[in-house]
């Protein structure tokens, strides 16, 4: 896993997040969502389980709300399941310049997936990375790794990355879709020395305490399907789903835990 050079993101960055969220919601919605950011900080309680407590802790509590959960969009579309993007409501951050993202499909659907990652840096427009998924027939959490289609993400910069199911090619702006936003960020060397000698759980108690989200979530899952004590890492990840109101999720995890 490629590590990013050091670096904190500037506020010219930041606005222009604001910028990339106001093209999709509105600039009013977008303005409204800035002035409460600093006001709407997630609880950091614990998530404890047998392995102990862990604390997400958000690296910038004025960050900016950016994740939109996948839903159905119209009458026509019904029966379809719901998509959600697993990151935080604020802008969240990852050191690794090929993170993989996961989603959650709340049930199979015949409908292809396509995930799209854009960004938001770029003059062209054009996607970093758009491929499709096929029909998924199972719901839960899915994995998508940037490494696997050789994409690597800078530093300082802007990503959008979203899931969408193609129900109709004639009306995509009808399409079910999840989508957030994350930043390439860097970690302390010292942060990575210790992440490297240490086991499992202390490293996910450090990249929490850090903010680091997507390096976390990986870490978590990783462990859920390394077959090692899948159970406890299950309630692990939805006591920390549960901390960022991903609660459909965490429950997803609780009932595949009890069915191990």
Avoid: C
């Avoid at 509590?61 to 379809?80: C, I, K």
């Avoid at 802008?91 to 993202?101: C, D, N």
């Amino acid at each position: 896993m490629g590590h990013i050079a050091r670096s904190r993101l500037a506020p010219g960055l930041r606005r222009l997040g604001a910028l990339a969220i106001a093209g999709q919601l509105g600039l009013a919605s977008a303005l409204a969502l800035a002035q409460t950011a600093g006001t709407n900080q997630p609880s950091q309680r614990g998530t404890g389980t047998g392995l102990g407590t862990l604390v997400y802790v958000p690296h910038d509590f004025d960050a900016p709300e950016v994740t939109q959960s996948g839903g159905v969009r119209s009458a026509s579309q019904g029966g379809l399941p719901d998509l959600m993007v697993l990151a935080p409501p604020k802008l969240a951050r990852t050191f690794s310049s090929q993170p993989t993202l996961y989603w959650y499909l709340s049930g199979p659907t015949n409908a292809p997936v396509r995930l799209t990652v854009l960004d938001l840096d770029a003059t062209t427009g054009e996607p970093l990375l758009e491929f499709g998924l096929g029909p998924i027939s199972s719901g839960g959490v899915h994995a998508s790794s940037l490494a696997e289609h050789g994409v690597a993400l800078e530093e300082g910069r802007l990503y959008e990355w979203s899931v969408a199911l193609e129900v109709d090619p004639q009306a995509y702006s009808e399409e079910p879709v999840a989508k957030t936003i994350l930043t390439a960020d860097e970690a302390d060397p010292a942060l990575i020395g210790e992440l490297e000698q240490a086991p499992a759980l202390e490293q996910a108690k450090e990249l929490a305490k850090a903010g680091y989200w997507y390096d976390l979530i990986d870490l978590l899952s990783r462990e859920i399907e390394s077959g090692r004590d899948p159970e406890t890492w299950r309630a692990l990840r939805a006591a920390l789903l549960d901390q960022v109101g991903l609660d459909v999720v965490a429950a997803h995890d609780r009932e595949a835990a009890r069915a191990q």
